[in-house]
């Protein structure tokens, strides 16, 4: 019986494997940072299950609000892991990170948001700005301007176009013509100070300010840049005409806060910023507005009292306060009443106090401004040294931390004397 042939084994052939590589982005990564990785695509999975970008956003929002920048950091940054070309949460990440002053990260979700969307969306523009010196910087808010003049031209046309039909809804993002003002007034001082030494830099400066009060003629922050303009081309008394003009626009709202804290939006929006205030003093005390200063640096103090240079300041203006009454009693001859005794004395008295808490808050925050250290040194030395005991005692939280010199430099820029 013949034996039976065996079979041939028929090689099946192998199935496409149609599934994604998701390790394909991994090569060249070690062990820890794949599992990092991993781990990471993992949670945006269950975080865009669980939670949707409109949400996510509303809790970073109510975490703005709250001035909890760290958890709204962490919801925005969820959010755009969810969606990565979502113009809003990138807007408000990069305005979180700006807030807790990681520039870099800021910068670049910024840029991102410039790649998606280079024709909408000003606000970008301005923060790129603020994180940009000299030419650079003028660049960002010249386009910032360019994306803000061509939404508020549509938005006209728009107007136009429904005139008689239903009434066009204000759109919250649109720029104002106050914004218009102020990113030509950021490109103004960028030619006071940073480009101060380019060719035509004061006449781009005189410029650009009047530009910025041709779009918002009632700009505190216009007027005193158009007064630090006139001060800087020795034209004083036309400068302090511009200053005090701006000035006051907001003091009476600051003082109404000051007071009850019952202030409308738009009124709230008139007081400008910490710094421009500090900067608003400077220039009071070099127009001889003594009293006017005194008002403004109360109510910085009252805001914060932590901020060296507004201590300074405080006591620098009432010593010079002094000194003009000692001037005048000179000129006028005579002796000086117990009215004018007491005053002076109340004054002097004030420089000291003002002097000594700039000093001590100098030590304590580290401040590097060894100038104004000097001249607050020079200034008590003038008038009997610093005071002692408990009066002089100012407030700084046990668990300060001092902000870095870059921050400290924005701050406690010192005043020329």
Known sequence: ?????????????????????????????????????????????????????????????????????????????????????????????????????????????????????????????????????????????????????????????????????????EDPELPTMKDVSMAYCSIAELYLTDLCMEEG????????????????????????????YLFSTEKNQEGKEYLLKSVRLWLPAQKQTEASSSLEDEEQNQIPPYESRITTAKLLIEGEEYELAVEVLEGLLEEDDEVVQVWYLSGWVCYLQLERAKEQQEREGGTLTEVEEEERSALKEAARLHLTNAKKLHSKLRCDDQPMLEHVEQLLGELGGELEGEESEVGVDDDYEPVSDEEEAKEDTPMEH
């Open 1 to 169: 019986m013949g034996g039976q042939g065996k079979s041939k084994k028929k090689t099946k052939p192998r199935r496409k494997d149609n599934r994604p590589n998701n390790d394909a982005g991994l090569v060249g990564l070690s062990p820890q940072e794949r599992m990092q990785v991993r781990m990471h695509e993992k949670a945006k999975k269950k975080t865009a299950a669980k939670y949707s970008v409109e949400q996510l956003l509303e809790k970073t929002e109510e975490c703005m609000n709250s001035f909890d920048f760290e958890m709204a950091g962490l919801y925005c940054q969820r959010a755009v892991d969810v969606e990565s070309t979502n113009l809003q949460a990138l807007d408000m990440l990069g305005h979180i990170s700006s807030e807790l002053g990681d520039t870099k990260k800021a910068q670049e979700v910024f840029l991102r948001a410039v790649e998606l969307s280079p024709d909408v969306g000003h606000s970008k523009y301005m923060y790129l700005g603020q994180l940009h010196t000299g030419q650079e910087a003028v660049d960002y808010y010249t386009k910032g301007i360019q994306v803000m003049l061509s939404a508020l031209d549509k938005q006209a046309q728009t107007t136009a176009q429904a005139r008689g039909a239903t009434p066009v809804d």
């Open 201 to 228: 830099a004061a006449n781009k400066c005189s410029e650009f300010i009047e530009r910025a009060l041709q779009y918002y003629p009632g700009n505190p922050e216009g007027l005193q840049l158009k007064a630090s």
